[in-house]
């Protein structure tokens, strides 16, 4: 029998039983589509996750303390203060470390934040005039404050905008030039951030910025000159694993560690964080795949199970087509067909249905959610995928009813009432 007469025959004979085939060619469909739009929306949110890495610098380094390890065991993670100002200003002596172009220190403080009958809570950190190009940020209203604020502890602050929609109705120009209340005590709005988003790695607009010294001054309850985190600006992405070395030398010189083991501080520099949630992100992509491919399976027990009833149904027709002279292989190959067509339509079918909600998704997924949701990337390899797996379950599923048509006794078929 040749292939084109087999499956002609398929054809006919799937299309005789036409609501069956179409429940059962759905189950394929399901499956391929949910594998191709969960794989889309695991993309999308890996491709935005480093993205908003990216924004936040690619060429950053930071620098936590953390307690000092005796006999290898690390005794807490940042429950001594172990950094000073004089850290800092050593990482910014240029002789020592000509690959960092700029370290500010991080002072982070309660947020609870009111203006008017407004109140929000949003983090809030204490830092200096460099700020904003150390952290990739950009003021899009006003100004960032400048040294002379740092030096006179000046209470003085710059919003994100998430704070500016909450306090301020998402207005920036009316935000600037207010006086807001952080822990209770007055601090004039001097400026604004830019939008940066706020999906993966958090929301990186709901941040509020003071000078270092105001923070030590008026925030920090008391708590002395603490330094929560160091972030070190390399002169290059390339030249970041040299910054983290010539960071970690000077801080070892300065605290006097022979041992870079025993060390009382950690650094990670961006491409660390990266590759952590892209490992993250990967197995959250895999994952999601997987839960959507045991509908496949399930697709293909429902092909196998319809293969069974059809070749019962259709005994007869299998023995006056052997005592006319059909070969096993005839039999076997017209219902391997059958089952193939019908797990191969419905993954056709599948890749049209998902590639579309994944586009719909696409065009809506910034009116959900306040564009939270990333929008899904639908990947050539998981489309192949899914339907060579569609497909192939057909394939795997067929094979155990088409050997058993192709096996029945041309006589015994005949009798079959």
Request: no cysteine.
């Amino acid at each position: 029998m040749k292939l084109f007469e087999a499956l002609a025959l398929a054809i006919a004979g799937l299309s005789a039983n036409r609501l069956r085939s179409g429940l059962t060619m759905l189950g394929i469909l399901i499956g391929v589509a949910a594998v191709i739009l969960l794989v889309a929306v695991g993309n999308g949110t890996s491709v935005q996750v480093q993205n908003q890495v990216q924004s936040l610098g690619s060429n950053i380094v930071y620098i936590y303390p953390s307690s000092a390890r005796v006999g290898g065991v690390s005794q807490g993670f940042g429950s001594a203060q172990t950094l000073t100002q004089q850290d800092v200003d050593a990482l910014n002596d240029h002789s020592q470390a000509p690959d960092i172009v700029t370290a500010i220190p991080v002072a982070v403080a309660s947020g609870q934040m009111a203006y008017q009958n407004q109140n929000w809570f949003a983090s809030t950190s204490g830092s200096t005039q460099d700020f904003p190009q150390v952290r990739n940020y950009q003021v899009s209203n006003g100004s960032f404050f400048t040294a002379g604020d740092v030096r006179s502890s000046a209470k003085v602050v710059v919003l994100g905008q998430t704070v500016v929609d909450n306090l301020f109705g998402g207005d920036p120009s009316a935000a600037v030039g207010k006086t807001i209340k952080i822990q209770r005590q007055s601090f004039r709005v001097v400026g604004t951030f830019a939008a940066k988003g706020s999906a993966g790695l958090g929301n990186q607009d709901n941040v509020a910025v003071v000078p270092i010294s105001s923070a030590w001054a008026y925030l920090t309850g008391g708590r002395g000159k603490n330094i929560g985190q160091i972030v070190v600006q390399a002169t290059s992405s390339d030249s970041v694993p040299a910054a983290q070395q010539e960071a970690t030398q000077i801080l070892l010189n300065r605290h006097n560690i022979g041992d870079p083991t025993q060390a009382d501080f950690q650094t990670q520099s961006q491409q660390d964080i990266l590759s952590t949630f892209s490992q993250i992100t990967g197995a959250l992509t895999v994952l999601l795949g997987s839960i959507a491919a045991i509908s496949l399976v399930v697709g293909g027990i429902g092909i196998m199970n319809i293969m069974l009833v059809t070749v019962t149904e259709r005994t007869r027709e299998i023995g006056i087509r052997k005592a006319i002279g059909a070969r096993r292989s005839d039999i076997l190959l017209q219902f391997l067909i059958e089952s193939m067509f019908l797990s191969g339509l419905g993954g056709l079918l599948g890749i049209l249905v998902g590639a579309g909600l994944a586009s719909w998704l696409n065009r809506t997924s910034l009116q959900i959610a306040g564009g939270a949701l990333p929008p899904p990337i639908v990947s050539v390899p998981s489309v192949l995928l899914a339907f060579g797996v569609s497909v192939g379950i057909g394939l795997f599923f067929g094979i155990y009813p088409a050997n058993r048509a192709a096996a029945l006794n041309p006589i015994e078929a005949l009798r079959y009432e």
